[in-house]
């Protein structure tokens, strides 16, 4: 069962215009969130992340915003820019020592000129 | 500026060969991983290690095997390949096992013929 989930494969976004990705978990164990972004033939490379003792967290033009009551989790881009367009993946982890990261299946985020 | 290397980029190989995919971090970091990554799957947790000589399995060891003799290095092991493992394989670090920041190597892309 996926603990981590992101429902959107893909999202189209205009130049210049918020990109927002979600996320959402199951897992109430899950105390630490990242975004990692990903191109095609390069590894991922971390983009942001959030505590849950947070609600908020920005930097530059990308924010994550977490709900824990709802167990969601966003990521905006504002504004979005070509050089955006990859594939972004969401990463969870527990509170507990030999525990690995939990991904997402990724959004693959497309931002036209 | 941590620093995450794959022995190899692509690699073409046949239908029951043994197959040895390196992974070299110069952190010190303790907690080694490998993950696979497939369209519409994500990133799924093959092995990890949290220290030399230790290993855990993650959701998707059947048919892979692993190796930590030194600390710098993770070795992924097909024994004997077949067509359904081909895929992108990507190797990350972290410091250690509260360290929540994974780093990814460039990824190797590999072929089972």
């Known amino acids: 069962d996926q603990q981590v989930k992101q429902n959107s494969p893909s999202l189209s976004v205009q130049e210049g215009r918020i990109s927002i990705l979600n996320c959402d978990y199951t897992?109430?164990?899950?105390?630490?969130f990242l975004w990692y972004k990903k191109y095609p033939a390069e590894g991922p490379t971390f983009l942001i992340s959030i505590s849950s003792i947070k609600d908020k967290n920005e930097d530059g033009r990308f924010t994550v915003f977490l709900n824990k009551s709802a167990k969601h989790l966003s990521l905006h881009i504002v504004p979005s820019q070509p050089g955006d367009s990859a594939v972004y993946f969401c990463a969870a982890k527990a509170n507990q020592a030999g525990t690995a990261l939990i991904f997402g299946k990724g959004t693959t985020l497309s931002v036209s000129s | 500026d941590v620093k995450v290397t794959q022995s190899s980029r692509y690699l073409v190989k046949r239908t029951g060969e043994k197959v040895f995919l390196e992974c070299v971090q110069d952190?010190?970091?303790?907690?080694m991983f490998w993950y696979r990554q497939d369209p519409g799957l994500g990133l799924r947790l093959i092995y990890f290690?949290?220290?030399?000589?230790?290993?855990e399995k993650g959701d998707i060891p059947e048919g892979y095997s692993v190796s930590r003799e030194k600390k710098e290095r993770f070795s992924l092991i097909l024994e004997s390949a077949s067509t359904n493992q081909t895929s992108m394989y990507l190797c990350?670090?972290?410091?250690?096992?509260?360290?929540?920041?994974?780093?990814f190597g460039p990824g190797t892309r590999l072929l089972v013929l």
């Open positions: 952190m010190d970091h303790e907690n």
């Open positions: 897992n109430s164990m899950f105390d630490y």
């Open positions: 290690s949290y220290d030399v000589k230790m290993k």
């Open positions: 990350a670090s972290s410091i250690s096992s509260t360290s929540r920041t994974q780093y």
